[in-house]
Nanobody, 123 residues
């Protein structure tokens, strides 16, 4: 199994900042070769991609996150971070870490998810 554990969620006022972190591990899993992403799901809404980063450190962002959020990875520590600035109430959601990876000994990509961490933006 590939295990992803998110941390850093909490309550913050509008305009505030927060850093989310995700640590990854697993048998046959090579973090440095795996694409990583952050998704979020607000109550009653569909889960959506917030930001992603490839093994080559290429990044992509949802339009709502562009200019406010930054995704990064530290391959030495098997972590991916999401730095969030100028948070808005509509950013309130459970944030999930995800990887798409080809495990050692296999020849196809699979997705694995963390359990999520809650971010609440409210005054």
């Amino acid at each position: 199994q590939v295990h992803l554990v998110e941390s850093g969620g909490g309550m913050v006022q509008p305009g505030g900042s927060l850093r989310l972190s995700c640590t990854a591990s697993g048998s046959g899993f090579t973090f440095s070769s795996s694409a990583m992403g952050w998704y979020r799901q607000a109550p009653g809404k569909e889960r959506e991609l917030v930001a992603s980063i490839t093994s080559g450190h290429s990044t992509d962002y949802a339009e709502s996150a562009k200019g406010r959020f930054t995704i990064s990875r530290n391959n030495a520590e098997n972590t991916v971070n999401l730095d969030m600035y100028n948070l808005k109430p509509e950013d309130t959601a459970v944030y999930f870490c995800k990887t798409r990876t080809v495990l050692a000994g296999t020849y196809y990509g699979m997705d694995y998810w963390g359990k999520g961490t809650l971010v609440t933006v409210s005054s």
